[in-house]
Every structure is written in C-alpha cells, then in structure tokens.
Nanobody, 121 residues
C-alpha cells in the first residue's frame, strides 16, 4: 500500500513564500507523474502543477512564474515552491501520484490527505 504524506502548509501574508513537500511511502511500487492540486471552498479541485517521469513539468496559468514543482526520484518526493503568494492561492493543497505495483497491475492514482495554505492580509 502506498501512502502520500504532505507537509509544509500554513499561514502566510501576501507576497510571502511556502514550500510544500509530498513523500510517497511503502514498498514494491513505481511512481510515474506527480502533481499538486488545490481546492478552495466552494470550488472544484484544480491542477496546480505536475511533473512527469522525464522531468518535464507544467503549471496552471494562475501560478506560472510564481510556483515551481520539483522532484527527488530517489526519495519519491515532490516539492512545490510557492512564491509571491496571493489571497486567491488560499486552498487545501493535495499531492497526487500515478502509481503501479511492481508485482504487476495497472496504474492507479493516489492522493494525499491535503494541507491547508492560507494567504491573509
């Protein structure tokens, strides 16, 4: 069983920075793409940034130039560096990963439990 554990959320003023981390734990699996999503109150969950197995990445237009996703393939971790935060970035941020069991089977999507990011004036 694979678990994704996020950390690094919190309170920050506009213009500030936060770093979110996601660690995949367990054994006998391989990870494909990893990503960060967010969900604000009353809104649908949306993609923030995603990094593929080959290192290519993409971000939503709303965070381009401010957020950067990176990955440590050896440690099965993904990090979201968030700079120049705005009040509209306030949301619960979820880590997401494509996972396949090495014993065989299809790819499945796993989610973390979420971490709150609040940007307040």
């Amino acid at each position: 069983q694979v678990q994704l554990v996020e950390s690094g959320g919190g309170l920050v003023q506009p213009g500030g920075s936060l770093r979110l981390s996601c660690a995949a734990s367990g054994s006998g699996f391989s990870i494909g793409a990893m990503g960060w999503y967010r969900q604000a109150p009353g809104k649908q969950r949306e993609l923030v940034a995603r990094i593929n197995l080959d290192g290519s990445s993409n971000q939503s237009d709303s965070v381009k130039g401010r957020f950067t996703i990176s990955r440590n393939y050896a440690k099965n971790t993904a990090t979201l560096q968030m700079n120049s935060l705005k009040p509209e970035d306030t949301a619960v941020y979820y880590c997401n990963a494509e996972v396949v069991e090495l014993s065989g089977g299809s790819w499945n999507i796993y989610w973390g439990q979420g971490t709150q990011v609040t940007v307040f004036s």
